[in-house]
């Protein structure tokens, strides 16, 4: 990937694109995953909350189906949709209740069988909210007037409770001025 490797990671575990594959990008944000997986030929449903970041994502991958959503709502796809489904920076924004609310959506609209990657703030990613701000709940912080969770092996494993992971990884990202540490999880639907 342009300046991300992950996808690159991910892709080699999913393969090659299939006709009846399509995934579903949560937080998509201004398209930089987007664009890889459409260049690389998958179909794919981009869905973002901000509508101005759904119209950048159209600007560099126009061949996604765009849709306007809120994670922390139910989603608006039947059970069993997808047998990809991606999300990447977009699920720790919340109480821990509607993080795992958020979560059991993702389970319901995989197929069997399907693959899982999530990447989530590390509770080591000092530079981006980790310390020094005010804790509102368990590993819940607030950012700037922004809510922020940080998760430990412990927490990340709770959330993926009902999932096969087949790996769980803290990473450190380049993408932004200061490094980044997430936990990058690659994982199967049960």
């Not at 009846?20 to 998509?28: R, S």
């Not at 608006?76 to 924004?93: E, N, R, T």
Request: glycine share 8%.
């Amino acid at each position: 990937m342009k300046d991300d490797p992950w996808l690159d990671r991910w892709l080699e575990v999913m393969g090659p694109p299939r006709p009846d594959l399509t995934v579903l990008e949560l937080g998509c944000g201004g398209g930089l995953d987007t664009e890889v997986l459409v260049e690389t030929g998958y179909g794919v449903i981009a869905a973002d909350l901000s509508e101005p970041q759904l119209r950048r994502c159209e600007q560099v991958a126009p061949a996604a189906r765009l849709v306007l959503l809120d994670v922390r709502e139910p989603l608006p796809f039947a059970d069993a949709s997808f047998q990809a489904i991606m999300a990447s920076l977009c699920l720790h924004y919340f109480e821990w209740d509607r993080t795992e609310r958020a979560m059991g959506e993702i389970h319901r609209c995989m197929c069997t069988g399907g693959g899982l990657a999530v990447r989530v703030n590390s509770t080591n990613d000092v530079n981006h909210g980790a310390v020094g701000h005010p804790e509102i709940g368990h590993l819940l912080y607030d950012v700037d007037g922004r809510h922020k969770r940080f998760f430990d092996r412990e927490s990340l494993d709770r959330l993926l409770e009902g999932w096969h992971v087949s790996s769980a990884n803290e990473m450190t990202m380049g993408r932004w001025e200061l490094p980044k540490v997430v936990w990058e999880v690659f994982a199967w639907k049960r």
